[in-house]
């Protein structure tokens, strides 16, 4: 998946996300820009930048980073600081993650530089890492490739196998998926002696879909005209970080 770089964008507003995602975390306009530079669902996206900053455009506190600060505020990213960073790290410092997506690892700094992007800037530096998440996902969003993904993201290697990292970002896309595709559920009205329903299919319609490999129930929901939500109040036993392929989903 190649970089994309900035172009003009819908309002960030659309549909309220935007709303959504600054009750909860920071720079939340550059969380949905990148997400659509990137090519990534918006719930993966505040996912990622809820898991390593918060959204927060500030250093990490890698061990024996350049900036780390153990105990004290976090050091806030700047153009001089990030330059400081790589100048120091080639000379043999230890790195820290910069930014909403935290970028860490030197390479990552030369292939920002290659795209035009700046570390810097919070729109730019989390299209890196989505990107990069998204390279390691290889199309594959459903929770257990996000688990996967994120572990590479995070680790570099699966050779220890799916790490908590990787469960708390999918976790965390699970959640987002709801907060932002979710509407309050509709208040029934109460049937009339007219009204009939098929036996065992509380949703009237007697619609169901089978889990397909790589599906999401935000995918499900996108693909069906519906939001999740929805899915959840059809189907309150419904797991959606653990879907196992072919469980039937009842749709309204």
């Keep these: ?47 990622l930048a809820e898991v390593e900053s918060g959204g927060r455009n500030v250093f ?3 061990r024996g980073g350049v900036f780390s600060r153990p105990g004290r505020p976090d050091v806030p ?81 699966l050779a220890g196998g799916v790490t908590d990292y990787g469960r708390r970002l999918a976790r965390a896309a699970a959640a987002w998926e709801e907060r932002l595709s979710g509407r309050p559920p509709a208040r029934s009205e109460a049937a009339g002696p007219s009204a009939s329903r098929h036996d065992g299919d509380p949703t009237g319609t007697g619609r169901t879909h089978r889990v397909q490999p790589g599906e999401t129930l935000w995918g499900i929901a996108r693909d069906q005209g519906t939001d999740v939500a929805t899915l959840r109040r059809l189907n309150p036993g419904i797991v959606p970080e653990r879907m ?7 749709l309204p």
Aim: overall charge negative; aromatic content about 2%; charged content about 25%.
């Design 1 to 47: 998946m190649g970089l994309v770089r900035r172009l003009p964008t819908r309002s960030d507003d659309e549909g309220g996300c935007r709303d959504v995602l600054s009750g909860r975390l920071h720079n939340a306009p550059a969380i949905a820009a990148a997400s659509r530079r990137a090519g990534v669902p918006l719930s993966v996206a505040a996912a």
């Design 77 to 157: 990213v700047t153009p001089e600081r990030v330059a400081e960073l790589r100048r120091r790290v080639a000379a043999g410092e230890t790195s820290n993650g910069i930014g909403p997506a935290q970028i860490t690892w030197p390479p990552f700094f030369d292939r920002a530089d290659a795209a035009g992007l700046d570390l810097a800037d919070p729109e730019d530096n989390l299209t890196l890492g989505l990107t990069i998440l998204a390279e390691h996902a290889r199309g594959d969003l459903s929770p257990a490739g996000l688990e996967r993904a994120g572990t590479l993201y995070n680790a570099g290697t």
């Design 60 to 62: 990490g506190n890698d």
């Design 244 to 250: 196992a392929v072919g469980t039937p989903v009842r």
